[in-house]
């Protein structure tokens, strides 16, 4: 037993301890549990009445035995009881008791809220922040709606003490990251960004986290904090390390305040009043030099809190992007951390600089360092820390420094840690490809990915080196003769095999020519790996064999042959079976120009956003890899990086495709997130932006509401009159789309010179492409014409096409326009997630300009089945079980388009009672949150 | 900040095992931060304990390690040189004063002395209630 015992000892509780800790195993430990626990139930449910003393005691014990691991499920009666005991021991073992085992039976909560409510009001400072503690740690709903309204008031109220602001800023915070709908704002808010001046450094302390938190929601409402946070800041930076006393932390002057001021300033953009903005730099600058100093302390905890608040002014920095100067001596001063001793540092030097190698003015900067980051990469010690360097790599290749860079990635690969071995591949395909110029350097790439790693490569991976040679033909010749040498190694990765495969049976014409690779020694080479492979591989390979008897007739008998094997015919597996018997039946009757057509090389592959670079984001969770991190970088080569190497689209223009023009292939992430060349060149294709707007009638009557119905489903009626019927049929699948539009002639007579047309403003063309053929200008009465459209959602969007159709009937002309409801939200994935993911994304995206809110009045019945059916129509996951409260709906579901993927989160709350919605969206751009919100909301 | 430990403080008993087995498992020289999961860890080991926070993406690695610090200092100079012991045989009083530093997961007040003269306080006014009942239990 410790000699020390604070306070009061319970001496019951320390003889308890005692015991549990002098017991020899589990088992014991448990035995004496049960024991005591028998014993707390009895002295509970006993006769005698309990004194304050002795209840104190038992829900302290239990208190012990739930922290050690054991479930308690009584004793919360007798916590309560304590509540409203006036001895102050007893009261605080209460509510410690209620907080760490929080209980959801309402009767209780009623109970507790009761005890709370009346040490709220007791004006005794102690009690006060009792019960402020523990609807701070409990932070539960329901202690939200009870308090809520109240807090604010206790926060500023000029008596309260000092202690109980502080526990009150804090209180409120914690109920409004729980329920940020039951903290209501008004008049309060305006007196706690004053509490920014308040004279007692606690009391400023938390209130700025207070702060920090409201102004991300309602940026407008608390911009004066702006210049108060720095006119705060600065008197602390420039204080001498003795001036503010207790506050003063091993020579340094408030750091946890300061690091606290500058995450607020990061919540608004550089400020406007030249004053203001001058004063912060000042401080930014000093905080700078102040790193150069030599320290006051040879304390660790000297130079952890200067380099704490080092590092949030370094954020701030890079938050603002505006300043070059400091941006550069930012950098500079991460690089000497870079080498510094502190392996901390080091990881955090590393970790900082990531973020500044996406900033324009810092790219070079960053760039600088590379030496130091490889070297990091080869000598730290510590995974984390070797990570970070990974990332930094990563965040500073362009084009200059890519081949350095993927090849330092590749030797590391060879001893890296399983853990992060995955995404090892995935960033070293993705340099590979974004800043290939020599497309054989690419195809090497990839084939020692597969050599060094091949477990860890997924199959995106390996179809995207497919797709790309499949699309560039200066490659094919070069990728066929690699993978065939490659395919000699005794022992090769299934994944090659199916690389190979697949371009063998593709391209192994190129390389047939010469004898060292003939059609029959490929054909031996694949068939040899052939018994080791798993089904789906077999399959590839299958489909490999037939199409060389398109490519090679020679060898046409030994393929039949092995087609015919027992092993194929009667495979166990059906897959195998039926390609088999299906390709060997191919094989005996098609005439050669039949097999010639059915065995066609394959087409070039559409060119949409790397799959590769979808599944890292997804790998980091939205809003890492963003796309605002790509443009920028883009714009920094196209700024420094010199004469660029045209990105490589020459060559598929020349492919007989008739998407091929819109593509650039290859180029596709490095291609500036500007407009795309501007389509419809070909005189087959239906000039979609021809400025034809003249011409066009108005909208139909009635056409929004059609237009509206459609958001949420893909098919049926858009217009009817009398004369004319249109109908919808559309698929998406990520950021491509097809739209199957039906043009109904409802009368017997002909139309004639129909001319249907698409329109995209001039704010939409460059976001979405549509391309259809045109249609026969003639429409038999009574006949119905389809027309095909193809769409590509190159980037977010806000409007809708307009579909005008002109045709004369009879002897008039007739002149409609409808909106066509091709709407962001078609783009939608749906992604499903745990409860847990879906808060951390959804406090992930609490930049004020992420979220857009919108409370509207129901249109239709509040039913929750129709609306479940809305959300998914809208193309979300239904998430059920997340909200906590189950009357909401909320989702999630990634936004396709060419240039980037947008996390979406959305959540709608109604209220029945007065008959309206609340629906919160989002996203990580403000477009698109905006968008989204206004098409969901139109639906209830 | 929005470091959790409210949770945490269970959490170190109790809940997470996988946690502290990695933690335990890293070297002396190794960086104090690593990911885990969604979230951030950063700990310091004092003697026999392991002091671990739970911090988000943005929040500063560095300020929080001084949160641990600043803690231990508390434990400290409440209990004068405090050990393991001390914890274990008033975890309550460790979670009173962790409860005024720290609430909600942000910090509350940084001031060593404004810290412990609450907790201090309370001491003093759990005395006197004392003092009072041991009287009336005389007089009755």
């Known amino acids: 037993?410790?000699?020390?015992?604070?306070?009061?000892?319970?001496?019951?509780?320390?003889?308890?301890?005692?015991?549990?800790?002098?017991?020899?195993?589990?088992?014991?430990?448990?035995?004496?549990?049960?024991?005591?626990?028998?014993?707390?139930r009895s002295k509970f449910k006993g006769d005698k009445a309990l004194d304050g003393y002795s209840k104190k005691k038992y829900v302290c014990k239990l208190l012990f035995i739930f922290?050690?691991?054991?479930?308690?499920?009584?004793?919360?009666?007798?916590?309560?009881?304590?509540?409203?005991?006036?001895?102050?021991?007893?009261?605080?073992?209460?509510?410690?008791?209620?907080?760490?085992?929080?209980?959801?039976?309402?009767?209780?909560?009623?109970?507790?809220?009761?005890?709370?409510?009346?040490?709220?009001?007791?004006?005794?400072?102690?009690?006060?922040?009792?019960?402020?503690?523990?609807?701070?740690?409990?932070?539960?709903?329901?202690?939200?709606?009870?308090?809520?309204?109240?807090?604010?008031?206790?926060?500023?109220?000029?008596?309260?003490?000092?202690?109980?602001?502080?526990?009150?800023?804090?209180?409120?915070?914690?109920?409004?990251?729980?329920?940020?709908?039951?903290?209501?704002?008004?008049?309060?808010?305006?007196?706690?960004?004053?509490?920014?001046?308040?004279?007692?450094?606690?009391?400023?302390?938390?209130?700025?986290?207070?702060?920090?938190?409201?102004?991300?929601?309602?940026?407008?409402?608390?911009?004066?904090?702006?210049?108060?946070?720095?006119?705060?800041?600065?008197?602390?930076?420039?204080?001498?390390?003795?001036?503010?006393?207790?506050?003063?932390?091993?020579?340094?002057?408030?750091?946890?305040?300061?690091?606290?001021?500058?995450?607020?300033?990061?919540?608004?953009?550089?400020?406007?009043?030249?004053?203001?903005k001058g004063r912060l730099v000042e401080c930014l600058e000093t905080v700078l030099n102040k790193a150069q100093e030599p320290p006051k302390s040879k304390k660790v905890q000297h130079s952890n809190a200067k380099?704490?608040?080092?590092?949030?002014?370094?954020?701030?920095?890079?938050?603002?992007?505006?300043?070059?100067?400091?941006?550069?001596?930012a950098c500079n001063q991460l690089g000497q951390f870079l080498q510094h001793r502190e392996t901390n540092l080091r990881y955090l030097a590393l970790e900082s600089m990531c973020t500044l190698a996406s900033s324009e003015f810092s790219h070079e900067a960053v760039k600088t360092h590379i030496e130091t980051v490889i070297n990091a990469l080869k000598t730290e010690r510590d995974?984390?820390?070797?990570?970070?360097?990974?990332?930094?790599l990563y965040a500073m290749c362009d084009r200059s420094n890519a081949p350095q860079i993927v090849a330092e990635m590749l030797s590391y690969l060879e001893t890296a840690d399983y853990s992060i071995r995955e995404e090892i591949v995935l960033k070293v395909a993705i340099l590979a490809e974004k800043y290939a110029v020599d497309y054989t350097w690419y195809v090497d790439t990839i084939l020692n990915l597969i050599r060094i790693a091949g477990d860890y490569v997924s199959e995106e991976v390996w179809y995207r080196v497919i797709q790309i040679v499949i699309n560039r033909d200066d490659v094919q010749g070069y990728a066929a003769k690699t993978v065939f040498?490659?395919?000699?190694?005794?022992?090769?990765?299934?994944?090659?095999?199916?690389?190979?495969?697949?371009?063998?049976?593709?391209?192994?014409?190129?390389?047939?020519?010469?004898?060292?690779?003939?059609?029959?020694?490929?054909?031996?080479?694949?068939?040899?790996?052939?018994?080791?492979?798993?089904?789906?591989?077999?399959?590839?390979?299958?489909?490999?064999?037939?199409?060389?008897?398109?490519?090679?007739?020679?060898?046409?008998?030994?393929?039949?042959?092995?087609?015919?094997?027992?092993?194929?015919?009667?495979?166990?597996?059906?897959?195998?079976?039926?390609?088999?018997?299906?390709?060997?039946?191919?094989?005996?009757?098609?005439?050669?120009?039949?097999?010639?057509?059915?065995?066609?090389?394959?087409?070039?592959?559409?060119?949409?956003?790397?799959?590769?670079?979808?599944?890292?984001?997804?790998?980091?969770?939205?809003?890492?890899?963003?796309?605002?991190?790509?443009?920028?970088?883009?714009r920094s080569v196209d700024v420094n990086g010199g004469p660029e190497p045209a990105p490589a689209s020459t060559s598929a223009v020349s492919t007989p495709s008739p998407s091929a023009d819109l593509l650039g292939l290859g180029a596709a992430p490095t291609a500036p997130a500007g407009p795309p060349p501007s389509s419809g060149g070909s005189g087959l294709l239906v000039d979609v932006f021809s400025d034809s707007a003249s011409v066009v009638a108005p909208l139909a009557p009635g056409s929004e509401d059609n237009f509206a119905r459609f958001v949420c489903k893909n098919n049926g009626v858009l217009f009817e009159n009398q004369l004319l019927q249109i109908g919808l049929k559309s698929e998406f699948r990520q950021n491509l789309g097809r739209m199957f539009i039906f043009y109904g002639n409802k009368t017997s007579t002909q139309f004639l010179n129909f001319t249907p047309t698409l329109i995209c403003s001039d704010d939409l063309q460059p976001n979405l492409n549509l391309?259809?053929?045109?249609?026969?200008?003639?429409?038999?009465?009574?006949?119905?014409?389809?027309?095909?459209?193809?769409?590509?959602?190159?980037?977010?969007?806000?409007?809708?096409?307009?579909?005008?159709?002109?045709?004369?009937?009879?002897?008039?002309?007739?002149?409609?326009?409808?909106?066509?409801?091709?709407?962001?939200?078609?783009?939608f994935q749906p992604t499903e997630m745990a409860s847990q993911d879906f808060f951390q994304r959804w406090k992930q995206l609490s930049n004020p300009q992420q979220e857009v809110q919108n409370i509207f009045k129901a249109k239709h019945p509040m039913d929750t089945e129709v609306t479940k059916a809305k959300i998914i129509g809208f193309g979300s996951a239904l998430l059920e079980e997340v909200d906590p409260n189950p009357a909401n709906f909320v989702g999630a579901g990634i936004i396709h388009t060419k240039t980037t993927q947008i996390g979406c989160l959305?959540?709608?709350?109604?209220?029945?009672?007065?008959?309206?919605?609340?629906?919160?969206l989002r996203t990580s751009k403000e477009a698109v949150s905006q968008r989204l919100c206004e098409l969901l909301s139109a639906q209830f | 900040m929005t470091c959790r430990q409210g949770k945490l403080r269970l959490q170190k008993w109790y809940i997470t095992r996988e946690l502290v087995q990695t933690v335990l498992a890293r070297k002396p020289k190794m960086c104090s931060f690593l990911e885990?999961?969604?979230?951030?860890?950063?700990?310091?080991?004092?003697?026999?304990?392991?002091?671990?926070?739970?911090?988000?993406?943005?929040d500063n690695e560095l300020i929080t390690l001084e949160i641990i610090h600043r803690y231990v200092e508390l434990l400290d100079k409440y209990f004068g040189s405090v050990c393991e012991l001390d914890i274990i045989f008033n975890f309550e009083k460790a979670y009173f004063i962790l409860d005024e530093f720290l609430l909600g997961g942000e910090v509350q007040e940084t001031s060593k002395k404004n810290v412990l003269k609450a907790i201090e306080q309370a001491d003093l006014l759990q005395e006197k209630t004392e003092t009072i009942s041991v009287l009336s239990n005389i007089k009755s």
């Open chain 1, 383 to 392: 995974v984390s820390v070797r990570q970070r360097a990974v990332d930094l």
């Open chain 1, 906 to 920: 959305l959540r709608l709350e109604p209220n029945l009672q007065a008959q309206m919605y609340r629906l919160t």
């Open chain 1, 485 to 634: 040498e490659a395919l000699q190694a005794p022992a090769c990765h299934e994944n090659l095999v199916k690389v190979g495969g697949y371009i063998l049976g593709e391209f192994g014409n190129l390389i047939a020519g010469d004898p060292r690779s003939s059609p029959l020694i490929q054909f031996h080479l694949l068939h040899s790996k052939f018994h080791l492979c798993s089904v789906p591989t077999r399959a590839l390979l299958l489909s490999t064999y037939i199409k060389f008897v398109n490519l090679f007739p020679e060898v046409k008998p030994t393929i039949q042959d092995v087609l015919r094997s027992d092993s194929q015919l009667r495979n166990a597996d059906v897959e195998l079976q039926q390609r088999a018997v299906e390709y060997l039946r191919l094989s005996t009757v098609a005439s050669t120009d039949i097999l010639a057509t059915v065995l066609e090389e394959m087409p070039p592959f559409p060119e949409r956003e790397s799959s590769i670079l979808a599944k890292l984001k997804k790998k980091k969770g939205p809003g890492t890899v963003t796309d605002l991190e790509d443009t920028k970088r883009d």
């Open chain 2, 36 to 58: 885990w999961r969604d979230l951030k860890i950063v700990y310091k080991r004092y003697a026999s304990l392991y002091f671990c926070c739970a911090i988000e993406d943005q």
């Open chain 1, 771 to 827: 391309q259809t053929k045109p249609v026969d200008p003639t429409v038999e009465g009574g006949a119905q014409v389809q027309q095909v459209v193809n769409i590509e959602c190159v980037s977010d969007f806000t409007e809708a096409p307009v579909l005008n159709i002109q045709f004369r009937y009879g002897g008039t002309f007739q002149n409609v326009s409808v909106q066509l409801p091709i709407t962001l939200n078609k783009f």
């Open chain 1, 67 to 276: 922290l050690l691991g054991h479930d308690i499920d009584f004793g919360h009666m007798e916590a309560v009881n304590l509540l409203s005991s006036n001895k102050y021991t007893e009261k605080q073992i209460g509510y410690l008791f209620i907080s760490v085992l929080v209980n959801s039976n309402s009767e209780l909560i009623r109970l507790i809220n009761n005890a709370i409510k009346n040490d709220l009001a007791s004006r005794n400072p102690t009690f006060m922040c009792l019960a402020l503690h523990c609807i701070a740690n409990v932070g539960s709903r329901e202690m939200g709606e009870a308090f809520a309204a109240d807090i604010p008031r206790i926060l500023v109220a000029g008596d309260s003490m000092d202690s109980v602001k502080q526990s009150a800023a804090l209180c409120l915070l914690r109920l409004y990251k729980a329920s940020p709908d039951l903290v209501p704002m008004g008049e309060w808010t305006a007196r706690v960004v004053h509490l920014l001046n308040d004279q007692h450094m606690g009391v400023v302390t938390a209130a700025v986290s207070l702060i920090t938190c409201l102004c991300k929601k309602n940026p407008d409402d608390f911009k004066t904090c702006v210049s108060l946070a720095v006119s705060r800041l600065s008197r602390i930076v420039s204080s001498a390390s003795t001036d503010l006393q207790d506050y003063t932390y091993y020579f340094v002057p408030a750091p946890w305040l300061s690091v606290k001021l500058l995450r607020l300033l990061q919540c608004y953009p550089p400020p406007e009043d030249a004053a203001v």
């Open chain 1, 1 to 40: 037993m410790p000699a020390v015992s604070k306070g009061d000892g319970m001496r019951g509780l320390a003889v308890f301890i005692s015991d549990i800790r002098n017991c020899k195993s589990k088992e014991a430990e448990i035995k004496r549990i049960n024991k005591e626990l028998a014993n707390i």
């Open chain 1, 307 to 329: 380099n704490a608040i080092l590092f949030e002014t370094i954020s701030l920095i890079i938050h603002y992007d505006s300043e070059p100067n400091l941006l550069v001596r």
